[in-house]
């Protein structure tokens, strides 16, 4: 599934919250524009997509599918209701669809720019954001350290419930090149290209 149909499905799960929109336009026109606005969230992250592997001694790249899932923890401000700077910490676990022996673990940093746009069923915004990335990566019984940086974007949706709680919808595509920094094997780098879908949960203070 592309990054476009996880998208479709995300505009075809709201359009059916539309029986909602009412509260959820309240709570949003209420809420200031005068004063930043701090959020603390946490979500659960589908991600999959493409892994290429590149060795020591062989010319040619290995390309894989790759999925697995993450639990994303971040702070952020938002000003004028409108941009939203945050930084977030994300534990991934990854799998080869060829073979559950092959994995990834690790962590990626982030930080993000958001734009916000107030909308009468749910509000709509776009970010794009960079990424610094720890990951350990074992293939049977041999294994490896990486180290990377990326960057992707992303399309979600901000659902208020309450002026204190908001859901979350968002659609991200990631990119990111991780180098070898230790371990015994030939494998030197790890270059992935993945689509992600997550629901979170958002508290304002």
């Known amino acids: 599934m592309s990054f476009r149909n996880h998208l479709?499905?995300?505009?075809?799960f709201l359009g059916s919250q539309a029986a909602f929109g009412q509260s959820h336009s309240l709570v949003d026109r209420n809420r200031s524009s005068e004063t930043a606005n701090v959020f603390l969230f946490q979500s659960v992250d589908g991600e999959?997509?493409?892994v290429e592997k590149s060795y020591k001694n062989q010319p040619e790249a290995v390309t894989q599918t790759w999925r697995g899932y993450g639990i994303r923890n971040g702070v952020g401000i938002?000003?004028?209701k409108f941009t939203q700077?945050?930084?977030?910490?994300?534990?991934l676990n990854l799998r080869s669809r060829d073979t559950s022996l092959e994995n990834m673990r690790g962590s990626k940093l982030s930080g993000?720019?958001?734009?916000?746009?107030s909308a009468p069923i749910t509000n709509i915004q776009f970010g794009l954001g960079v990424i610094a990335s720890q990951m350990d990566y074992q293939n049977f019984e041999k294994s490896g350290a990486y180290v990377g940086t990326g960057h992707y974007y992303n399309m979600g949706f901000n659902y208020f419930v309450s002026q204190m709680f908001s859901l979350q919808f968002i659609g991200k595509h990631s990119t990111i090149r991780h180098t070898?920094?230790?371990g015994s094997l030939d494998l030197q780098e790890i270059n992935s290209s993945t689509d992600s879908l997550s629901f979170g949960l958002?508290?304002?203070i």
């Open 112 to 117: 993000e720019i958001t734009f916000a746009f």
């Open 8 to 12: 479709a499905v995300l505009a075809l």
């Open 180 to 182: 070898a920094s230790g």
């Open 202 to 204: 958002a508290i304002w």
């Open 48 to 50: 999959f997509g493409k």
């Open 85 to 91: 700077f945050s930084f977030s910490h994300t534990l």
């Open 78 to 80: 938002e000003l004028f």
